[in-house]
Nanobody, 127 residues
Framework: QVQLVESGGGLVQAGGSLRLSCAAS????????MGWFRQAPGKEREFVAS????????YYADSVKGRFTISRDNAKNTVYLQMNSLKPEDTAVYYCAARRQLFTGADYRGVNDYDYWGQGTQVTVSS
């Protein structure tokens, strides 16, 4: 069982930056692939970025590529999402998610790929 707690959301102007953090419980964090998803009002939850258990592989949605960076610190049981050049369309509740990584290089982008979810943190980008 993994418990995930996100933090770092808030209100920022367009063009600004935020860094989200997701702290995980347990001793097996290093065996989990981690993902960030977001959900805007009236829309489905969508993939933002993911990172392999070692941190060696990262994957991004086209909409955030070049602006967002996912990283992790396995010693601190934490995954981060650095968000730069924010746009109003980035406004959403951001969720982190975890699942055991089964294969090297596995690319987990689906909501149903993940077993554990945090409660979410609100990011609002004003124009």
């Amino acid at each position: 069982q993994v418990q995930l707690v996100e933090s770092g959301g808030g209100l920022v102007q367009a063009g600004g930056s935020l860094r989200l953090s997701c702290a995980a419980s347990g001793r097996t964090f290093g065996t989990y692939a981690m993902g960030w998803f977001r959900q805007a009002p009236g829309k489905e939850r969508e993939f933002v970025a993911s990172i392999s258990k070692s941190g060696g592989n990262t994957y991004y949605a086209d909409s955030v590529k070049g602006r967002f960076t996912i990283s992790r610190d396995n010693a601190k049981n934490t995954v981060y999402l650095q968000m730069n050049s924010l746009k109003p369309e980035d406004t959403a509740v951001y969720y982190c998610a975890a699942r055991r990584q089964l294969f090297t290089g596995a690319d987990y982008r689906g909501v149903n790929d993940y077993d554990y979810w945090g409660q979410g943190t609100q990011v609002t980008v004003s124009s």
